[in-house]
């Protein structure tokens, strides 16, 4: 039964769901088209596909995998298919657990309650979308598929997702208003005749720290500021927010919402607070992020945050320790979130980069974060793809520096980086004899580019290498 449905939850996701147009609902009048209007209420659980076959019952989540063998709310699924004379079904729904104040539900409650045995009865699921009908695909429009939802399911434990339906823009800026402005939902979903869906949502404001930069040309618009050193503005910023084991956790750069004024003065600022790292991060132009103490922090709003993608992998983020003087150093790679429709709202001067103030609770409250599957999985071998050993001997000192570069093949484990630098630099008539640096990337080209920056700028003349 699984295997027979994996590959149908998977598509789901991939080709449905993960492609809803995400919309500000500020900006839904202008966005949203269409006449035959047909509006859900968003429900803040986990999505799942629910299929039914011939009396048994499973339930899948967006990877293929079972979320729980038994529940209570599977029972009432089967129990009004069957009554509905139904042979096979596989519906789209959302498992969430009911608020006790009678409030919005909450997806991080939905792990809890498969974790707990007094709360796993009371999990519901509400159907939203027919993915086949004995044996075949349902391509209906809403309005069929709503209805027909409503005709197999009438009880509370397995009840359809609310729908009104809407003539006009201002009707659904009415529902809007009523249901996510008043009472607090997560959002909408708007299907039209058409085959674009839309998800209109509010947004979500998250203090952060800037961890790194990178700067751009100036526009060809005039600007009362100065440009920032080196005559260039911020192109785009590197945002944190803090563990309460005291590690940053990267989760998003951008720059938008920032003016010519706001770019220049920032590089201004940012110029001044340079430190080492090794962790390094390319923009689209290819050229690393220059790293800063973490001193400032922002308040940026998000349209939506995605702790997996279409692709069905978990979203990783890279987890950072600041040790002062020895600037950022890699922890690894942890399960986390991508920020959509990021801007920049305004720079917080009240607040600092402490585990309090930008709290990683922000991200987790609003998406809790995927498990990582297989972290746990056999490791693959590293492959050594460039290793230099250069020797200078000065009466009786010896010098030796040696470089190497690897390919750890462990990227997908979530605790390692794709790529490893390590230089070691030994000096006998040294009294710290031995020094060793280390950079991480998730690119080939740009190891092999520190490799070769790093030899340059330690290898001079009177160097022999031993290996070339």
Not at 258 to 280: F, G
Not at 281 to 291: E, F, H, K, N, T
Not at 408 to 436: C, L, Q, W
């Amino acid at each position: 039964m699984i295997q027979k449905y994996k590959q149908t939850a998977i598509d789901y996701k991939k080709n449905v769901a993960g492609k809803f147009m995400l919309v500000e609902g500020a900006k839904l009048r202008q966005r949203v088209e269409g006449e035959r209007l047909c509006v859900t209420r968003k429900i803040d659980g986990h999505m799942q596909c629910v299929c039914y076959d011939n009396g048994e019952v499973v339930m899948l989540n967006s990877h293929g995998r079972q979320v729980a063998a038994h529940l209570n709310c599977l029972d009432a699924f089967a129990k009004a298919v069957s009554n509905a004379g139904i042979s096979q079904l596989v519906v789209a729904a959302e498992l969430y657990l009911p608020a006790k104040d009678g409030g919005r539900p909450r997806c991080g409650d939905v792990q809890r309650a498969l974790a707990d045995e007094t709360l796993r009865g009371q999990l519901r699921l509400a159907p939203f979308d027919i993915v086949q009908l004995n044996g075949e695909p349902w391509n209906e429009h809403y309005a069929e598929t709503h209805k027909k939802l409503q005709s197999i399911f009438k009880e509370e434990m397995v009840a359809p997702v609310e729908m009104r339906t809407a003539a006009s823009h201002d009707e659904v800026q009415a529902i809007y208003d009523e249901w996510v402005v008043e009472e607090g939902a997560e959002g909408l979903v708007i299907h039209s005749e058409s085959s674009m869906i839309w998800k209109v949502k509010p947004r979500h404001t998250i203090d952060a720290a800037i961890i790194g930069y990178t700067t751009g040309t100036p526009s060809s618009q005039p600007s009362a500021a100065p440009l920032g050193q080196g005559g260039s503005r911020v192109r785009d910023l590197m945002m944190a927010v803090r563990r309460e084991d005291g590690c940053f956790q990267m989760f998003a750069h951008a720059s938008g919402g920032l003016s010519d004024d706001d770019r220049s003065t920032l590089a201004s600022r940012l110029a001044t607070m340079h430190v080492e790292s090794q962790y390094v991060l390319s923009d689209s132009r290819g050229i690393a992020y220059q790293m800063v103490r973490p001193e400032i922090v922002f308040e940026v709003s998000v349209m939506e945050l995605v702790a997996s993608g279409n692709d069905d992998k978990v979203r990783m983020n890279p987890l950072l320790r600041f040790e002062g003087s020895q600037g950022w150093l890699m922890e690894g790679m942890t399960p986390g979130v991508s920020a959509l429709g990021l801007t920049f709202e305004r720079e917080r001067t009240d607040k600092t980069p402490s585990s309090t103030d930008i709290r990683i609770s922000q991200l987790t409250d609003l998406c809790p974060f995927e498990q990582q599957e297989g972290s746990t999985a056999k490791m693959e071998t590293s492959q050594l793809l460039d290793r230099r050993i250069y020797r200078k001997v000065s009466g009786d000192k010896v010098m030796l520096h040696k470089f190497l570069i690897w390919k750890t093949n462990k990227e997908t484990t979530g605790r390692y980086p794709a790529y490893v630098f390590y230089h070691t630099d030994y000096s006998s008539g040294r009294k710290e004899m031995i020094k060793r640096d280390m950079a991480y990337s998730c690119d080939e080209a740009q190891i092999r580019d520190i490799l070769e920056r790093e030899i340059a700028a330690n290898v001079k003349k009177g160097w022999e290498c031993l290996n070339c």
